[in-house]
């Protein structure tokens, strides 16, 4: 039986722990809150006050970073082999396993389904955020194409303006400026697409874009001719 399932028909409750237990997790809770207090005595006895170098600010910030490190690593480590035995008992539904530890298998199930859920949301984000970066820089680089071919219809605009009386007297150039409107009415159709589809992307993708800004505005931003 898969491991949702069993979630999905075991349903998690509270633990049963017993006086004693209960005085345990309490002594071990306050035992770390001791040596956070005596951490922080520790540091302000030692501390000098005065207007501090910008390298000794560094130093200490990097000692900081160095001693939370090493403190939340060895809380982990002690966590982790606290855990170790009754996640193994209640995993294997070992003989010797106690009530509590038999519980806690539905609590694992849905740590597991949970992990295994944001694993697979991070991965679709990913694979969302690259695919909008592809259309981001095809849509700059039809942007680019766009300016280009502007410039060229104007410059040629300019030349045709100087004899409005006239008719453009020389083929090649009604030819070409025919092809570069051309051209560029193609180019902002592709740009139309690009926006449409980068929009289409987020707003399907599942991810939060109301959140945040920049997808909001693919998804919400009016469409603009470029």
Same mark, same amino acid.
């Given at each position: 039986m898969a491991s949702s399932e069993l979630g999905n028909e075991v349903q998690p409750s509270q633990l049963l722990l017993s006086d004693e237990e209960k005085r345990v997790l309490e002594l071990y809770d306050r035992l770390r809150q001791i040596q956070l207090e005596l951490a922080l005595l520790k540091a302000q006895k030692n501390y000098s006050p005065g207007q501090p170098a910008s390298g000794n600010v560094e130093e200490a910030q990097n000692a900081l970073l160095k001693s939370r490190a090493k403190y939340v690593l060895r809380n982990n480590i002690a966590d982790c082999v606290m855990m170790a035995n009754p996640i193994l008992q209640a995993?294997?539904?070992?003989?010797?396993?106690?009530?509590? @530890?038999?519980?806690?298998?539905?609590?694992?199930?849905?740590?597991?389904?949970s992990s295994t859920t944001l694993a697979q949301q991070t991965t679709d984000l990913r694979q969302t955020l690259d695919q909008l970066m592809e259309i981001e820089s095809q849509s700059l680089q039809i942007s680019r194409e766009n300016v280009q071919l502007a410039s060229e219809v104007l410059k040629l605009a300019e030349e045709t303006n100087r004899s409005k009386t006239a008719p453009i007297a020389d083929p090649g150039h009604a030819e070409e400026i025919?092809?570069?409107?051309? @051209?560029?009415?193609a180019s902002r159709k592709r740009w139309r697409i690009m926006k449409g589809t980068a929009s289409a992307i987020v707003a399907g993708s599942g991810v939060d874009w109301a959140r945040d800004d920049r997808l909001k505005s693919i998804v919400l931003d009016e469409e603009e001719d470029v």
């Open positions: 995993v294997h539904n070992g003989i010797n396993a106690s009530p509590i @530890e038999k519980d806690l298998l539905p609590l694992l199930i849905a740590r597991d389904d025919a092809r570069l409107e051309a @051209e560029v009415r």
